[in-house]
């Protein structure tokens, strides 16, 4: 009893669970689409059956496993669009041919699909085809804009279809089966009315191509590459583009379609820019405009080097993004009193209606059907029509703007000549009696030009007689400088750059050579009156003593010159009649010198000078150096054979003037020359010239540094380099030389 009962619990539960399946596998049964011969088209969309691959891995072999088959489900539309999707979509949907005629197609009304793979179940097994705008045209069997597919229904026979589809962009697939004759005579409407869009649109192009070589207004040319890009647009999205223009080249599908879109946004921004006078009526917006076209061309270039899905995306919304743009400009600059917009704003809304209906169709948030996928070229053609009525209604507003503006012009000219003529009656009576007031300034200048003349020719003849005796001066000057050929013959290897600014000059520099035992002699007759002559010859030995100054008088010009010549006399006088040969007590000397002729312990004179004295003892080997505000740099070999330069500052006093440092007398520094040595001197006209890119002075830090750099060419080619250096640092800043400039180089060596 127990087993029978539980037989039956058995039994039971079977039945229940094939009643479970039968239930859920009936919710989700494949309808089939019955065909007769009336009608003679079937949309198919809600009898057809999806599955979404996200792995994009499965082949028709896992599809036809039960498994698989029960997870299709309807796709309760009335037009199948996925939109954006990187998935591979399997499509399912059975037919059953009630008719006997054998003459079914089934048409994919969607010619920018990708890819897609048919297969169509046979008595001998399953047939693949494949379709898709990646393929070349010619591989179609059946040769259409859209993708034509013969179906091999016999008649009663029932069949099944898979499709696997993907594509880049909006994976729309509008399906339908038509009967072969109807299915072409209906198409053959649609190419008439493809016919007459492309035709209208050709006819609006060279229409408006002719009316800009006669008027020469460059909105034509902007609206002809607008309806240019949108009718290649249609092309390219209707497969017409592909089947007659670029059929070999199926690459170029994805490309056009994003660039053309991108090439519509650009140039009817930059038409809209135009025609509407933005600058005129609505300038605030123009930055608006300028966005709209930066979007028309990112579009052309994310089509040409992004990914499809990526650049379609990107040209949808520039479009939309346009239109509005257009639309808002058109509709401010009306109310900103533009008539010539009132045309252009109501062209644009046109145009808007059927954009958003292809944008909203393509991100699948409405349905696709004949108004949403023709709307937009229906709105396109009245757009073209009525921008071409307000191109024409703007030419005739210019029209009557011109015809009004040559009236007023011509009134404002005719009131101009009646003043004209008033004001040129006035003028010559002006003219008149300013014409009597000339001819009696006239006489007056012809006397004081008379007197002006006279007064030249005496500012003339002085002016000679100065420069004149400025230059006698400069002879003067010249002859009590000392010859270079003596310099040379005691300093072989020296050089002397010398640029006075001036005709003459209140730099010079001095040079003497003494004879060491004359100085004793003399020393000691001061000292010991007749004795000295015995003395003298007791502790004679005969020497040489070479003697070169650097001296820079206060100002330049004659009153530089002027002291130049006080100087040279008291230096010659010092050494030569006095005798002295110690630095520091010529310099003393000197500073007396120039006070008592100047006068200055009894006036306020405050004139003087700077030097720097250098005496060379070849026999002693030493240098002996004193200055008054001048520093002595002289470059010698260090004790690894390596050149070292070192800087010998002068004393804060100078020469004459007032004593700034009265407890500081001037200081003698001896030098050993055993090894070759080469010192430098020099005024401050070279270190404080401005000139260089930056207009500066070239400082006293940048000449030291040139010096060094260059102390081992010859002493010749060292003048010359300074020469050029000061040439073109002036040349460079554009200045004129502002002071004396003095340099003196020499190389000993004993």
């Not at 009245?382 to 009525?389: H, K, P, Q, T, W």
């Not at 003339?460 to 400088?481: C, G």
């Not at 002289?634 to 054979?641: R, V």
């Amino acid at each position: 009893m127990l087993l029978q009962n539980s037989k039956q619990a058995i039994l039971i539960f079977t039945f229940m669970l094939i009643g479970c399946v039968a239930i859920f596998s009936e919710s989700y049964a494949q309808p089939i689409t019955q065909l007769e011969k009336i009608p003679d088209n079937y949309t198919i969309a809600e009898d057809v059956l999806f599955l979404e691959d996200k792995t994009t891995k499965l082949t028709l072999d896992d599809i036809l496993k039960a498994e698989t088959q029960q997870q299709f489900k309807p796709t309760k539309q009335k037009s199948v669009n996925f939109g954006f999707s990187a998935s591979n979509f399997w499509l399912k949907v059975k037919f059953k041919n009630n008719t006997p005629e054998n003459n079914w197609v089934f048409v994919v009304g969607y010619p920018q699909l990708d890819y897609f793979e048919f297969y169509q179940q046979k008595e001998q097994g399953w047939q693949q085809s494949k379709y898709g705008d990646i393929l070349p045209f010619h591989s179609r069997a059946i040769k259409h804009h859209n993708f034509v597919i013969a179906l091999d229904l016999p008649q009663d026979s029932i069949r099944t279809v898979y499709i696997k589809a993907r594509s880049d962009g909006a994976l729309q697939m509008p399906m339908e089966v038509d009967q072969n004759a109807a299915f072409f005579q209906q198409d053959s409407r649609g190419q008439i009315g493809y016919g007459l869009y492309y035709g209208i649109m050709l006819t609006m192009i060279l229409y408006n191509l002719f009316v800009f070589f006669s008027l020469k207004d460059i909105n034509y040319i902007y609206y002809v590459c607008s309806i240019f890009s949108s009718t290649m647009f249609f092309a390219s999205v209707s497969g017409y583009g592909y089947q007659h223009i670029w059929s070999d080249y199926p690459f170029l599908n994805n490309i056009f379609t994003g660039s053309f879109m991108g090439l519509w946004v650009f140039f009817s921004s930059l038409f809209t820019y135009n025609f509407i006078d933005v600058k005129k009526y609505i300038p605030k917006t123009s930055k608006i405009l300028y966005f709209s076209m930066f979007l028309g061309i990112l579009s052309v270039l994310l089509s040409v080097f992004a990914k499809y899905s990526v650049a379609v995306k990107v040209s949808s919304a520039s479009v939309a993004i346009n239109v509005i743009i257009i639309l808002v400009c058109s509709i401010v600059s009306l109310f900103s009193k533009n008539k010539s917009a009132r045309y252009f704003a109501l062209a644009w809304f046109v145009f808007l209606v059927g954009t958003f209906l292809i944008v909203l169709s393509k991100v699948a948030l409405i349905p696709t059907n004949f108004i949403t996928t023709h709307g937009v070229e229906f709105g396109s053609v009245l757009e073209v029509l009525l921008l071409s009525f307000a191109l024409s209604d703007r030419y005739r507003l210019i029209k009557i703007q011109n015809e009004q503006v040559q009236a007023d012009n011509l009134r404002v000219q005719r009131e101009a000549n009646e003043n004209l003529e008033a004001k040129v009656k006035q003028r010559t009576l002006q003219i008149q009696e300013a014409n009597e007031e000339l001819n009696q300034i006239n006489e007056e200048m012809a006397t004081t030009l008379e007197t002006v003349q006279r007064q030249k020719e005496e500012i003339e003849k002085k002016n000679f007689d100065i420069t004149s005796s400025i230059n006698y001066a400069r002879r003067i000057q010249n002859a009590l400088l000392p010859p270079m050929a003596e310099i040379k013959a005691a300093f072989p290897h020296s050089f002397i750059l010398f640029k006075p600014k001036d005709i003459v000059s209140g730099d010079f520099y001095w040079f003497a050579e003494i004879k060491t035992e004359n100085f004793r002699y003399h020393n000691a007759r001061r000292s010991f009156g007749d004795k000295a002559e015995e003395t003298e010859m007791q502790n004679q030995s005969v020497g040489v003593k070479q003697m070169i100054a650097v001296v820079d008088c206060t100002g330049h010009g004659v009153p530089g010159a002027m002291m130049s010549m006080i100087g040279t006399n008291l230096l010659n006088e010092i050494v030569s009649l006095q005798g002295i040969t110690e630095p520091e007590r010529i310099l003393t000397e000197l500073d007396k010198g120039v006070n008592a002729s100047l006068s200055q312990s009894q006036n306020e004179n405050k004139d003087g000078m700077v030097i720097s004295l250098c005496i060379i003892d070849k026999q002693q080997k030493t240098l002996e150096f004193s200055g008054a505000k001048h520093s002595l740099i002289y470059i010698q070999p260090n004790d690894n054979g390596q050149p070292e330069m070192h800087i010998i500052k002068g004393s804060k006093n100078s020469i004459g003037g007032e004593m700034q440092h009265e407890n500081e007398p001037f200081v003698r520094h001896t030098i050993s020359i055993a090894k070759p040595t080469t010192f430098y001197s020099f005024s401050d006209g070279y270190p404080d010239q401005f000139g260089g890119v930056k207009n500066k002075k070239f400082m006293t830090s940048q000449l030291t540094q040139l010096l060094f750099e260059n102390h081992e060419l010859p002493l010749d080619m060292q003048r010359d380099l300074l020469d050029k250096t000061i040439d073109e640092w002036m040349w460079m800043g554009r200045q004129k030389q502002i002071d004396d400039i003095l340099v003196v180089g020499v190389k000993v060596t004993c």
